[in-house]
């Protein structure tokens, strides 16, 4: 029991998440006049990007062969966040990625430009709350009940998205989720950072791209063999914003009994805690004996928590299908474009599948649930097949689904029209004129 008082909060729209779609979602929606409120579990907006340190904006850019210059064709809300991390000095110059290129950021500076955009649009924001329950009547969703330090929220809103990361509200609900390929998720990854780095040694040594080249995955095969607990070869290795620092992307997080462990699993997600802390004392350990240029370094810090790339999904009225990524699908309701490649975490070299001079898109019906009202989701949760979501799971395109959903938002509940009756070819144009540029 808890016996502390209950408090009544009404809203237009209760969001449920604070990364990079629960942020713009909130904020787009603020900014045409809806009385807002944000929920997030931390003391800070970022989800994955910074609780999970994943550290970089992806999928802003085409991918092509040999890359010679960053060609950005995703825009829209990303680009109000990416100038807002700029004036901060939080956001490098793009960085080659393979066949792409990324962008790296400073944690701070992207709590601190969320902070500033919810803040300048009027969201009313609950830090370190958690939404514990849905509000149902019958098929129609009213609203959450949200923890707090000070008591019970009752939140009743016209419209509620989920943007958990992980379907959690969809699954309150009992409407339709499932998990991976048959329940068989991407591994989660603890990352770090190594400061104390000489990085003009570093990059001297091994180049410029941020995929890390055979000689280091030789290395790492040659250390496991030698005794290192490396159980991954080939990682991303990220030079950032702060003078003699690399952001590190190389553990693989796997339970003891070999499975990839499924973060909303209690158990799972606490051994991945502890494991892939393990891990990053013994990558650490490796690169300060073996690499150029790290060899005063040091662990600076890692993740808040695990970062996490696959949990549950919700079942949408569309599904976003693996072939729609490799062929580079479009289409007429299509709010969201990517040009990242599937990046399936999976043994101990991740594998990457290139989309080369092209873009696919997300079609709208990816982010409602086949039956419910009242009721939208985005982010990595969206219905989308197991490889499919190795691709459209990342930074720039959850910004994209979070714009859809802000846009959304604000349509059903000015003309009082369920969401689910709102053409996606309605919401592609209204994006359109907010600077998405989907069809340029």
């Given at each position: 029991m808890d016996a502390r008082p209950t408090r009544r909060v009404d809203v237009d729209l209760l969001v449920v998440g604070g990364g990079a779609t629960g942020v713009a979602a909130a904020t787009v929606a603020a900014r045409a006049g809806l009385k807002t409120l944000l929920v997030e579990r931390y003391g800070f907006c970022g989800g994955g990007a910074v609780a999970g340190l994943s550290g970089t904006v992806c999928g802003l850019y085409e991918a092509e062969e040999a890359p010679r210059r960053p060609k950005q064709i995703v825009h829209g809300f990303v680009d109000d966040f990416i100038a807002a991390m700029e004036q901060r000095g939080g956001l490098a110059e793009p960085v080659l990625y393979g066949k792409t290129w990324t962008r790296v950021h400073e944690p701070l500076a992207w709590r601190e430009s969320a902070d500033a955009l919810l803040a300048t649009a009027g969201v009313k924001l609950a830090y370190h709350a958690l939404a514990i329950g849905v509000h149902r009547d019958g098929d129609r969703i009213d609203g959450a009940t949200v923890w707090t330090k000070g008591g019970l929220l009752d939140v009743r809103a016209g419209l509620t998205i989920d943007a958990s990361g992980d379907a959690d509200l969809v699954a309150m609900a009992g409407l339709e989720t499932y998990c991976g390929a048959d329940g068989v998720v991407q591994n989660p990854t603890m990352i770090f950072r190594l400061q104390g780095v000489d990085v003009a040694r570093f990059k001297a040594a091994y180049g410029s791209d941020t995929i890390m080249p055979p000689e280091v995955t030789a290395l790492i095969a040659a250390a496991a063999d030698a005794g290192y607990a490396l159980p991954r070869q080939k990682i991303w290795l990220f030079e950032t914003t702060r003078p003699g620092e690399l952001l590190c992307n190389c553990t693989r997080v796997?339970?003891?009994?070999?499975?990839?462990?499924?973060?909303?699993?209690?158990?799972?997600?606490?051994?991945?805690?502890?494991?892939?802390?393990?891990?990053?004392?013994?990558?650490?350990?490796?690169?300060?004996?073996?690499?150029?240029?790290?060899?005063?370094?040091?662990?600076?810090?890692t993740a808040v928590q695990v970062g996490v790339r696959q949990t549950r999904q919700a079942r949408g009225l569309a599904t976003l299908r693996n072939e729609d990524v490799v062929r580079g699908s479009k289409f007429s309701d299509g709010v969201a474009r990517s040009p990242w490649p599937i990046e399936l975490h999976a043994g101990s070299k991740p594998r990457v599948q290139w989309l080369l001079n092209d873009w696919y898109e997300v079609p709208w019906g990816c982010f409602v649930p086949e039956r419910g009202e009242g009721l939208l989701f985005g982010g990595r949760c969206l219905s989308a097949e197991h490889e499919a979501v190795a691709s459209a799971r990342v930074t720039a395109q959850c910004f994209s689904y979070g714009h859809a959903l802000g846009v959304a938002a604000t349509v059903a509940l000015r003309e009082r029209t369920p969401v689910r009756a709102i053409p996606g070819s309605v919401i592609r144009e209204l994006l359109n004129r907010q600077g998405a540029r989907l069809d340029d």
């Open positions: 796997r339970g003891a009994d070999g499975r990839e462990l499924n973060c909303i699993d209690g158990d799972d997600f606490t051994e991945a805690e502890v494991e892939g802390r393990r891990q990053v004392r013994e990558y650490a350990r490796f690169f300060k004996d073996q690499l150029a240029g790290c060899e005063a370094s040091w662990v600076n810090d």
